[in-house]
């Protein structure tokens, strides 16, 4: 009897075993491509100047989101709110790169746990070399997230949550020579000062782009010859936008405009266009949900696809400390109107960021012709000395967001609309905030100064070289890339 009941449990046992395997098998795989500092400027989403026919062909066999946004413009904010599905001040994850990380606020936990609980095996890997680990760059502490860096590494059957870090087109910049772009021809956004330099700096970025998208090439190729193109559903992004002057760390739309494809075929409209809002903190518990994991309650992001689809009113952005360059900033956008609120206005646009001069053909540019008196309208703009404590734009009819709205008594009701939800938003977003202690403030300001000067030094120049002295510096390398 009692070995009856024996081997009665022990097949119950395996049927719940095979059942949970099966149901495992069953699972969509999941991965995220996640280009470091992409912006909209793709085929897919309209430039006439960039070849990039593989993320062209991803969004011909998916859905393409036209106006998704990061949550904080540069790397590490943006990316520690994706791996949370939390906005990166309610976790203290804003300053970049701080130096004093902490671990999550009590309860929150990275969304690789959830996946792993639900049997996923999670990766993260570099596109280059998926031996190696993939940038994670996270504002706290933390051990290894993941299980490996390829899922070519996990259980037979295993689904697999999966990131590919792609560092293109993060600066610096490099020339493509089968798909070369004419600095003389290209298109060049009109928010950027015409100049030659930064003509060659444009068009070396987009060269930039088409590496990028042959990485991404590489990775469709892989699935489509292991057998999974079907059951993967690929989630491809930018962390934040273009690593131009006025775009990467600032809240204006070259700094927060990012792509979002979603390619999950037999399951999603081919081809689809998207104008909803979507925020990159949605994306994370958009994740969960394709893999019917159940979404906490304490994430912030939204559900923005499927059957459990939650419309997005407004999208968010954070900017705080950015390397040496300290400021703080929040912005809300409804879909027309953005709003920006400086909470340090007495700081500059231009001020000294150790970063942007070491790698910013345009920021040295700008600073010599305001000095010279040769920086006309609506650049000049930009080198003001102080910013207006609220800035408001009309992103349709301004979408270089030049004219500032917020004095303008047409839209006072729009202004105070959207300074309330912002302030409400942040009254809930941030109750837990701990702001930066000076001393790390000041740690973050000299190993920055450090890293410009042994910089500044490696290319025969001081650091207390003219602007000058940086632009012949430009003249030369650009040249010799085009």
């Given at each position: 009897?009692?070995?009856?009941?024996?081997?009665?449990?022990?097949?119950?046992?395996?049927?719940?075993?095979?059942?949970?395997?099966?149901?495992?098998?069953?699972?969509?795989?999941?991965?995220?491509?996640?280009?470091?500092?992409?912006?909209?400027?793709?085929?897919?989403?309209?430039?006439?100047?960039?070849?990039?026919?593989?993320?062209?062909?991803?969004?011909?066999?998916?859905?393409?989101?036209?106006?998704?946004?990061?949550?904080?413009?540069?790397?590490?904010?943006?990316?520690?709110?994706?791996?949370?599905?939390?906005?990166?001040?309610?976790?203290?994850?804003?300053?970049?790169?701080?130096?004093?990380?902490?671990?999550?606020?009590?309860?929150?936990?990275?969304?690789?746990?959830?996946?792993?609980?639900?049997?996923?095996?999670?990766?993260?890997?570099?596109?280059?070399?998926?031996?190696?680990?993939?940038?994670?760059?996270?504002?706290?502490?933390?051990?290894?997230?993941?299980?490996?860096?390829?899922?070519?590494?996990?259980?037979?059957?295993?689904?697999?949550?999966?990131?590919?870090?792609?560092?293109?087109?993060?600066?610096?910049f490099y020339a493509d020579k089968e798909n070369p772009i004419s600095p003389?021809?290209?298109d060049l956004p009109d928010c950027y000062l015409d100049h030659p330099l930064?003509r060659a700096d444009w068009a070396l970025y987009l060269e930039t782009v088409?590496?990028?998208?042959?990485?991404?090439?590489?990775?469709?190729?892989?699935?489509?010859?292991?057998?999974?193109?079907?059951?993967?559903?690929?989630?491809?992004?930018?962390?934040?936008?273009?690593?131009?002057?006025?775009?990467?760390?600032?809240?204006?739309?070259?700094?927060?405009?990012?792509?979002?494809?979603?390619?999950?075929?037999?399951?999603?409209?081919?081809?689809?266009?998207?104008?909803?809002?979507?925020?990159?903190?949605?994306?994370?518990?958009?994740?969960?949900?394709?893999?019917?994991?159940?979404?906490?309650?304490?994430?912030?992001?939204?559900?923005?696809?499927?059957?459990?689809?939650?419309?997005?009113?407004?999208?968010?952005?954070?900017?705080?400390?950015?390397?040496?360059?300290?400021?703080?900033?929040?912005?809300?956008?409804?879909?027309?109107?953005?709003?920006?609120?400086?909470?340090?206005?007495?700081?500059?646009?231009?001020?000294?960021?150790?970063?942007?001069?070491?790698?910013?053909?345009?920021?040295?540019?700008?600073?010599?012709?305001?000095?010279?008196?040769?920086?006309?309208?609506?650049?000049?703009?930009?080198?003001?000395?102080?910013?207006?404590?609220?800035?408001?734009?009309?992103?349709?009819?301004?979408?270089?967001?030049?004219?500032?709205?917020?004095?303008?008594?047409?839209?006072?009701?729009?202004?105070?609309?959207?300074?309330?939800?912002?302030?409400?938003?942040?009254?809930?977003?941030?109750?837990?905030?701990?702001?930066?202690?000076?001393?790390?403030?000041?740690?973050?300001?000299?190993?920055?100064?450090?890293?410009?000067?042994?910089?500044?030094?490696?290319?025969?120049?001081?650091?207390?070289?003219?602007?000058?002295?940086?632009?012949?510096?430009?003249?030369?390398?650009?040249?010799?890339?085009?």
């Amino acid at each position: 009897m009692n070995i009856k009941k024996t081997r009665i449990m022990l097949l119950v046992c395996f049927l719940l075993f095979f059942s949970t395997l099966l149901q495992a098998q069953e699972r969509p795989n999941i991965l995220w491509i996640n280009c470091d500092d992409l912006g909209i400027e793709l085929g897919c989403y309209g430039n006439k100047d960039v070849k990039t026919p593989n993320i062209d062909q991803l969004a011909e066999q998916g859905v393409l989101y036209e106006n998704c946004y990061a949550t904080a413009p540069v790397c590490s904010p943006s990316r520690s709110s994706l791996i949370t599905g939390m906005y990166p001040s309610a976790i203290n994850c804003l300053n970049h790169r701080t130096m004093d990380k902490m671990p999550l606020p009590e309860g929150i936990k990275p969304i690789t746990e959830y996946f792993k609980e639900a049997g996923y095996f999670c990766t993260n890997g570099k596109a280059t070399d998926m031996t190696k680990w993939g940038k994670t760059d996270f504002n706290f502490e933390t051990g290894n997230l993941f299980d490996g860096t390829d899922w070519n590494q996990r259980a037979e059957g295993q689904p697999f949550f999966a990131q590919v870090q792609i560092f293109e087109p993060h600066r610096e910049f490099y020339a493509d020579k089968e798909n070369p772009i004419s600095p003389e021809s290209v298109d060049l956004p009109d928010c950027y000062l015409d100049h030659p330099l930064i003509r060659a700096d444009w068009a070396l970025y987009l060269e930039t782009v088409q590496h990028c998208d042959q990485r991404v090439g590489h990775f469709l190729t892989r699935l489509e010859n292991e057998g999974l193109t079907d059951n993967t559903i690929i989630v491809l992004f930018g962390d934040n936008g273009r690593p131009h002057l006025r775009d990467k760390q600032f809240l204006y739309e070259g700094g927060l405009r990012v792509p979002l494809i979603i390619r999950y075929p037999k399951h999603f409209e081919a081809g689809k266009i998207c104008t909803q809002l979507v925020s990159l903190v949605d994306v994370p518990v958009t994740s969960l949900a394709f893999a019917n994991i159940p979404v906490s309650e304490h994430l912030q992001g939204k559900v923005f696809i499927g059957d459990n689809a939650e419309k997005r009113e407004y999208v968010l952005g954070f900017r705080q400390r950015m390397g040496d360059a300290v400021d703080n900033s929040r912005s809300i956008m409804d879909g027309r109107y953005k709003l920006i609120w400086n909470k340090m206005p007495e700081v500059p646009w231009m001020q000294l960021s150790g970063y942007k001069k070491l790698e910013y053909p345009a920021y040295s540019i700008y600073k010599l012709f305001y000095q010279q008196g040769k920086l006309f309208y609506p650049y000049s703009l930009f080198m003001a000395d102080s910013k207006p404590e609220i800035e408001l734009y009309d992103i349709k009819m301004d979408p270089m967001e030049f004219e500032n709205l917020a004095d303008y008594p047409k839209y006072e009701s729009i202004k105070k609309t959207l300074f309330s939800t912002l302030k409400s938003r942040l009254s809930e977003i941030e109750k837990g905030e701990i702001p930066e202690r000076w001393e790390v403030t000041k740690k973050a300001k000299e190993s920055s100064a450090k890293y410009y000067e042994s910089s500044m030094r490696r290319r025969g120049l001081g650091s207390d070289s003219s602007y000058e002295d940086i632009i012949e510096y430009w003249e030369k390398k650009l040249s010799e890339k085009n």
